[in-house]
């Protein structure tokens, strides 16, 4: 009976063995762990362009190549704006705004390009601008700015350009136009400038009653009948087209970022930690994000001890020596974030939204 109990003892001895590590076996352990972050890294960049297109609900990525970016990509101040406001690494130490939905993203700002309208609007091929489409899930109740941005050509001397604003009906209904907008602006000679006028009821209208949207005719005529609005896209004006910009409220709530141990890709940590990780959107040839290019996304990785021993104290050793054969507490993100991104959807509208849950905050055992 005794030599039995000395056997036990020796087993968990030699069981406990590995806290005695030579240095061999030490720069074994982190080579392991080593392997371990980095499948750590992998699974959480594939997860996270599965989680984008999923958020954004999309069965694929937008088929935008960059070429086809630098044309549509309106040359317009608050697309500028917009940009001008990332810091393309991101600041881990602002307040972040959560938002209820945390499956899907939400919808701040739309920039919709515009179309050709209907043929039933237009007699031969006239107008052939603007139509602007919008999703019906978007309530009009909820928008709070709605913005028609139009470019002007320079003038070849100082004058008084009207700019007039029509609603197109189909061609069958008498009347085409019925005048929306109608304004002076003094221009100077050899400048062209962009202008924006507010068309939020417009808006609300088509929202409300989709029916009525046929879109709207642009003109903006100087003293001596030459029509300076840029409605199709001549050579050298890509980038100049109408746009309508819209942004809509999401009554957001604010809760301020905390992060747990955080480590760096050279730390002996084994301990579940707080990794950094930098997603580039290039790299996955995602060219229909506009910004973020990049943004730090994080990762878990690290051991989660028990937190009690089991009543048996062999099945503790047990797990110990194979903690991947066991459902023990895995490291994984305990507090999330979301990123602002500015993207085109797939009918090519320029979307300013929040994409929940892209940043870890935090690491823990669960």
């Given amino acids: 009976m005794q030599w039995a109990q000395v056997a036990v003892c020796?087993?968990?001895?030699?069981?406990?063995?590995?806290l005695g590590l030579g240095a061999d076996d030490r720069d074994a352990e982190q080579c392991s762990s080593c392997e371990v972050r980095q499948h750590?890294?992998?699974l959480r960049l594939h997860a996270i362009k599965a989680q984008i297109l999923s958020k954004l609900r999309l069965k694929q990525a937008p088929n935008i190549s960059r070429d086809a970016v630098?044309?549509?990509l309106p040359k317009a101040p608050p697309l500028q704006q917009l940009l001008d406001q990332y810091d393309v690494l991101g600041d881990d130490n602002k307040d972040v705004v959560l938002e209820d939905d945390e499956d899907h993203a939400t919808t701040e700002t739309i920039m919709a390009m515009a179309t050709e309208p209907d043929p039933a609007v237009q007699v031969d091929r006239r107008p052939r601008c603007c139509f602007f489409s919008f999703?019906?899930?978007?309530?009009?109740?909820?928008?709070?700015?709605?913005?028609?941005?139009v470019h002007l050509r320079s003038a070849e001397e100082a004058t008084t350009v009207f700019l007039q604003i029509s609603r197109l009906k189909p061609a069958t209904d008498g009347s085409r136009h019925v005048r929306i907008r109608s304004l002076k602006i003094d221009v100077k000679a050899g400048i062209n400038s962009w202008q924006s006028i507010d068309v939020k009821q417009v808006l609300q209208v088509w929202l409300r009653q989709p029916e009525t949207n046929w879109g709207i005719e642009i003109n903006a005529f100087d003293s001596k009948g030459n029509d300076l609005a840029v409605t199709s896209a001549e050579p050298g004006e890509?980038?100049?087209?109408?746009f309508m910009e819209v942004k809509?409220?999401?009554?957001?709530?604010r809760l301020r970022r905390d992060s747990g141990l955080d480590c760096d890709e050279n730390s002996p940590e084994s301990r579940c930690c707080r990794y950094p990780l930098t997603v580039d959107f290039e790299d996955f040839?995602?060219?229909?994000?506009?910004?973020?290019k990049r943004y730090k996304a994080n990762y878990c990785s690290?051991?989660?001890?028990?937190?009690?021993?089991?009543?048996?104290?062999?099945?503790?050793l047990v797990n110990k020596a194979n903690p991947r054969g066991t459902a023990g507490p895995c490291c994984t993100p305990t507090k999330m974030s979301p990123i602002n991104m500015l993207y085109f959807n797939r009918k090519e509208q320029i979307i300013y939204g929040k994409i929940p849950s892209m940043v870890v905050d935090r690491c823990g055992c669960s």
């Fill in 10 to 18: 020796l087993g968990v001895l030699l069981a406990c063995a590995p």
């Fill in 285 to 292: 040839g995602w060219d229909w994000i506009i910004a973020p």
């Fill in 135 to 149: 999703s019906p899930k978007i309530q009009s109740s909820r928008v709070v700015r709605a913005q028609l941005w």
């Fill in 302 to 316: 690290g051991e989660c001890e028990y937190m009690h021993l089991q009543k048996y104290p062999h099945t503790h």
């Fill in 40 to 42: 750590s890294k992998l």
């Fill in 248 to 253: 809509i409220s999401e009554n957001p709530k």
């Fill in 238 to 242: 890509e980038g100049l087209q109408p």
């Fill in 70 to 72: 630098k044309q549509l």
